[in-house]
């Protein structure tokens, strides 16, 4: 069974603070995406990776940075954490073009707070 | 670039009545299209996917979207609905650049009432 999984269901940190989210996929997917996810605005794309050390913006990467050393994990960076990064980060990998039909696979989430 | 459209932010049905949940696209290249549901505090899965081929296309959970080009939709049904149906589902279409990202819609919450 396919998985995607995130290093933290519900995470609370402080403004200014450095926060790391982690994403790990065990289904050999080259590529990988981050998302936030706001009410009445579905799911925005922050950053995505279509192979190891590549990357590249998606439509709301301000504020964010990711790193992939690893294919299998990929991670989003909020160098400085505020109150409007409040969200959920949905993770998601899928197989490369021309080698699949481009579905996602999630992962469950994580809920942060900024206060 | 693509776009997706989901007209309602909000369905409200009652269990056993017919499911219908709308999706428009706009695409510059031939589309993939995807619905997926999320449940509460969970992520997304998906329910279904139209690449090439049979325009009608059957999912989980008894739901079926069917793609009409000349109308650019894609919109999702279920002829009766049951109270675990309720989440919210997001339409989808694939791009065109390297990972062949997906733009999502703005979702629309199901409610199926008793």
């Known amino acids: 069974d396919v998985k995607v999984t995130q290093s933290s269901r519900y995470l609370v940190k402080r403004t200014g603070e450095k926060v790391f989210l982690e994403c790990v996929q065990d289904m050999d997917h080259e590529n990988m995406f981050w998302y936030r996810q706001d009410p009445g605005l579905g799911l925005r794309l922050i950053y995505f990776?279509?192979?190891?050390?590549?990357?590249e913006k998606g439509d709301i990467p301000e504020g964010y940075s990711v790193s992939r050393e690893k294919k299998e994990r990929f991670s989003l960076i909020l160098e400085s954490a505020s109150t409007n990064q409040t969200s959920m980060y949905l993770c998601?990998?899928?197989?490369?073009?021309?080698?699949?039909?481009?579905?996602?696979?999630f992962g469950p989430g994580t809920r942060l707070t900024v206060t | 670039a693509q776009s997706v459209t989901q007209l309602g932010s909000h369905v409200s049905v009652s269990e056993g009545a017919l499911v219908l949940l709308r999706c428009n696209y706009s695409?510059?290249?031939?589309?993939?299209l995807f619905w997926y549901v999320q449940y509460p505090n969970q992520g997304l899965q998906l329910l279904l996917k139209y690449t090439t081929g049979a325009t009608l296309v059957k999912g989980i959970n008894g739901f079926e979207a069917e793609f009409k080009k000349s109308e650019t939709s894609f919109h999702l049904t279920k002829p009766s609905a049951h109270m675990s149906d309720a989440a919210e589902y997001f339409c989808a279409v694939s791009g065109s650049g390297s990972a062949r990202q997906l733009t999502f819609g703005s979702g629309t919450q199901l409610t199926v009432l008793p």
């Open positions: 695409s510059s290249v031939p589309p993939y």
């Open positions: 990776s279509y192979d190891v050390k590549m990357k």
């Open positions: 998601a990998s899928s197989s490369p073009a021309g080698r699949g039909t481009y579905e996602q696979y």
